[in-house]
C-alpha cells in the first residue's frame, strides 16, 4: 500500500495520541497537517493507512515485546535469532548463540557486518557474577605512516579526510579474534558448530528481506562510482560476491566462497585466520592491489579483555558502556548530564525534553571529538569523562530556553573525527543460566571498503577512515594503532524496586543493582544519541521495551567531531542539524526552530535497536526489536 509524502508525515505524528505507524516517512515529506475534511460530511478523510493496536498503555509501539521463560535473542535478521535460539536448544549457551548469530548475520546482512569487520561485546556472567568486556578492533598497517595515508588524502579527497574506500581505510578485521576470545572464556559448543548454518545457507541460499535489500542496492551504485575514479583498486571479486547479480527482496543469495572460509576457521580455529591460509591470501591481495595491510600485520593482531565503565542514571539504573577507543561513554556522559532535569515532567516529546537532551549531546560530543582515541597511544584515562562532578558542572551550561551558540570539550585534550552514519549490526542473548551477552559488529560506512580478497566471500572493513589526518590529534593516524570506533554495545544493571521494599536498610544493602538489560542501538554517530534515548524512555517516559524503540527519535549532527583537526575552532562553532522522525509533533519542530535550532524532518533513524531484559518478578525474558529495520525478536 503506498501512501503520499504529507499523509505519511501526519500518520506518523499521530504516536504520542495512539496511532501507530511506521517510521520511515520518506526524507521528502514536510510539515505535517491533517487532510482535509471531506465538503459535504463532516467526516476527516483519509487514505487507507495502518491499523490500530488494542489500547494496552503501550501507546508508541508497533508490536507487542516478546515473553520467554528460558531463553531469547534479538538480531536483524528472523533467520539470526532462529539460529541462536536453535544454537541454546542445542545445548550451547548464550555466546555460543551469538556467535552462531553473528556468523549468520555476516552471510544474510553483509550490508552491514561480516568477518571483515571489528566486534565489541560485553558478557553478563552468572556464574562468577562478573561483567566482562571484549575489544576486538583492528589496528592500521604497520608499514604504514601519516604521510602516506595523507598522500592518499590528497590524491582522492582533496586532502580533506581519509579516503573512504579501497585498501587506505581498511584495518586488520578483528572481528573472528573477538569470536575465539569469547569461546575460549565461555563457550560450549565446537565452532565448527555454531558456523555449520551460516555455511549451509551460503551454499544452499540465504533469504534476504526488504530494508537490507534496499541498502544492498545502494551500496552497489556506490561502490561502482568508487571504483572507475581508481579508489577501490579492485572490484571484479566484490563485484562477482556480491553483485551478480544484486539481491533483490524475496531473492535467496549463495555465498560458496564465505561457506569455505567459514568452515576453514571452525576446522582450523582463529590462527587459521590470522596466521593460516587465509591469513596468506589476505596479504597477498593486498600486496597485489598496492595497500598497506601485510602477513605481519595480521599474525601479530590481538584483541583484549576490557573492563566496561558504568554510572548510576536516577539511582534506579546502572549503565555500562565500553571505554575507548569505543565511543560508548558519550551516552554515559549524557546521562550525567540529563540528571538535573525533570525529564518526566517535561513529557516525551516535549521542547524542553528534547533540548535537554541535544545540548547533552553537544557537550558530550565536543569531549568525544577532542578525547577519545586509542587509550593505548594517547594516554588519557577514560574514567576523566565520568569522574564525580563533572558532568553535572557541565550540564550548568545547558539552557533549556535556547542551544549553546558554541560548545567547548570541558578539558584540555589532543583529539578529534568525522562520523557519517556506519552500517553495523547489533545483537543480544540470553538464555537460561541467565548468561546475558551485548554484541556489535560492523564493517563500518556502507558494506564495508569494496575490496573482497581473492576467493574468501567477505568484504573488508573501512574503520580506518576514522582516523584524523592532524599529527596533533589524539586519534592521528599511526602505525599500529586502533581509530576511532562508533560501534558501541551497551548493558544495564536496575534495582528490583519491589523486592527492596521487603528487605532491610541500609538501601544500599537492601536494593543492589541486578544484571536487568542487554541493549544497543545501530548507526555512527546515532549510537550514544539513542542509548540516551532508550534509557530516558524507560527510566524517564515509562515505556515498555518494545516502545522505547519504535518511540520516534531525534538525532543531532553537526559540530565537533573526532576526524577534524584538533586545532582550530571550526568545528565549535557549527551549530548542527536537528533530525526528528515524524512522530515527534509538529509543535515540537515548530518550537525548536523557534528556539534556534536548524531542523529536518521527517525521514526514519536508521538507528537498528535490539535488546532484552529480566523481568526481575517473575524471571521471564523480555525481547524487543528495531521496527525500522528486518528484525526479529523470539524465545522459547
Known amino acids: 500500500m503506498k501512501f503520499s509524502p504529507t499523509m505519511k508525515a501526519w500518520l506518523l505524528s499521530g504516536l504520542a495520541s495512539g496511532l501507530i505507524a511506521c517510521a520511515a516517512a520518506p526524507a521528502q515529506a514536510q510539515e505535517a497537517s491533517p487532510p482535509e475534511a471531506a465538503a459535504e460530511e463532516d467526516v476527516a478523510y483519509s487514505e487507507p493507512g495502518p491499523g490500530d493496536r488494542m489500547p494496552s498503555g503501550r501507546d508508541y509501539g508497533v508490536r507487542s515485546a516478546v515473553v520467554a521463560p528460558h531463553a531469547a535473542a534479538a538480531t536483524a535478521h528472523p533467520l539470526a535469532t532462529q539460529t541462536a535460539l536453535d544454537t541454546m536448544k542445542a545445548g550451547g549457551n548464550a555466546v555460543d548463540a551469538a556467535i552462531a548469530a553473528n556468523a549468520m548475520l555476516g552471510l544474510v546482512e553483509p550490508t552491514a557486518n561480516g568477518i571483515g569487520g571489528d566486534l565489541f ?47 587506505t581505510p581498511v584495518t586488520v578485521p578483528g572481528t573472528v579474534d573477538g569470536w575465539f576470545a569469547l569461546h575460549d572464556k565461555f563457550g560450549t559448543k565446537d565452532v565448527s558448530t555454531l558456523v555449520a548454518p551460516a555455511v549451509k545457507y551460503a551454499r544452499e541460499g ?10 544492498w542496492q545502494r551500496s552497489e551504485k556506490n561502490f561502482e562510482k568508487y571504483a572507475e575514479s581508481g579508489m577501490i583498486e579492485e572490484f571484479d571479486n566484490a563485484r562477482e560476491t556480491y553483485f551478480s547479480p544484486t539481491p533483490r527482496e524475496g531473492s535467496l543469495f549463495k555465498n560458496p566462497d564465505l561457506a569455505d572460509t567459514l568452515e576453514t576457521i571452525g576446522a582450523e580455529g582463529r590462527d587459521a585466520f590470522y596466521k593460516g591460509e587465509i591469513a596468506h591470501t589476505m ?15 595480521f599474525a601479530s593482531h590481538e584483541g583484549e579483555w576490557v573492563d566496561p565503565i558504568c554510572v548510576p542514571y536516577r539511582d534506579e539504573v546502572k549503565v555500562c558502556e565500553l571505554p575507548p577507543n569505543t565511543q560508548g561513554i558519550a551516552a554515559l556522559q549524557m546521562l550525567q548530564m540529563l540528571e538535573r532535569f525533570n525529564l518526566s515532567e517535561m513529557g516525551y516529546g516535549s521542547p524542553d525534553s528534547l533540548v535537554a537532551q541535544i545540548e547533552a549531546k553537544r557537550l558530550a560530543f565536543a569531549d568525544r571529538a577532542k578525547g577519545y582515541a586509542d587509550p593505548a597511544f594517547s594516554g ?14 557541565r550540564s550548568k551550561l545547558i539552557d533549556i530556553d535556547k542551544p549553546m551558540a558554541t560548545v567547548d570539550p570541558g578539558m584540555d585534550f589532543a583529539a578529534d573525527a568525522k562520523l557519517e552514519d556506519g552500517d553495523t549490526t547489533y545483537l543480544t542473548v540470553t538464555d537460561e543460566n541467565g548468561m546475558m551477552v551485548s554484541l556489535i559488529q560492523s564493517n563500518y560506512r ?7 580478497a581473492d576467493g ?20 592521528a593516524f599511526e602505525p599500529g594503532k586502533r581509530p576511532f570506533h562508533t560501534i558501541i554495545p551497551a548493558f544495564a544493571f536496575r534495582k528490583d524496586m519491589p523486592g527492596c521494599q521487603v528487605r532491610a536498610e541500609p538501601i544500599e544493602q537492601a536494593c543492589p543493582y541486578e544484571p536487568w538489560m542487554s541493549f544497543g542501538l545501530m548507526g555512527g554517530g546515532m549510537q ?19 516502545e522505547a524503540g519504535d518511540a520516534a527519535r531525534w538525532e543531532h549532527t553537526g559540530g565537533c567531531e573526532p576526524t577534524d583537526a584538533y586545532t582550530g575552532d571550526a568545528c565549535e562553532q557549527e551549530m548542527g542539524t536537528v533530525h526528528l522522525e515524524s512522530g515527534i509533533p509538529p509543535e515540537t519542530r ?42 526479529d525478536a523470539d524465545g522459547f
Open 446 to 452: 556502507g558494506m564495508g571498503s569494496g575490496l573482497v
Open 283 to 297: 596479504a597477498d591481495y593486498f600486496e597485489r592491489i598496492g595497500g598497506f595491510l601485510t602477513y605481519e600485520d
Open 380 to 393: 588519557i584515562d577514560p574514567e576523566v569523562f565520568v569522574r564525580e562532578g563533572y558532568n553535572a558542572e
Open 206 to 215: 540465504a533469504p534476504i528481506p526488504e530494508v537490507i535489500a534496499y541498502y
Open 456 to 475: 574468501l566471500g567477505f568484504m573488508f572493513q573501512d574503520r580506518g577512515q576514522l582516523f584524523s589526518l592532524d599529527p596533533a590529534h589524539p586519534n
Open 590 to 631: 515548530a518550537e525548536l526552530e523557534r528556539r534556534g535550532y536548524t531542523v529536518e524532518c521527517c525521514e526514519a533513524n536508521g538507528g537498528g535497536y535490539q535488546a532484552i531484559m529480566r523481568d526481575f518478578e517473575s524471571g521471564a525474558w523480555i525481547a524487543a526489536t528495531e521496527m525500522r529495520k528486518d528484525g
Open 528 to 546: 550514544p544519541q539513542g542509548h540516551t534515548q532508550i534509557i530516558v524512555n524507560l527510566i524517564d517516559f515509562g515505556m515498555g521495551l518494545q
Open 121 to 167: 561485546a560485553i558478557v553478563w556472567d552468572p556464574q562468577t557474577e562478573t561483567l566482562y568486556g571484549y575489544n576486538s578492533s583492528g589496528r592500521s598497517a604497520q608499514g604504514a605512516t601519516l604521510e602516506d595515508i595523507q598522500a592518499k588524502a590528497d590524491e582522492y579527497m582533496e586532502g580533506e579526510e581519509i579516503p573512504p574506500y579501497g585498501a
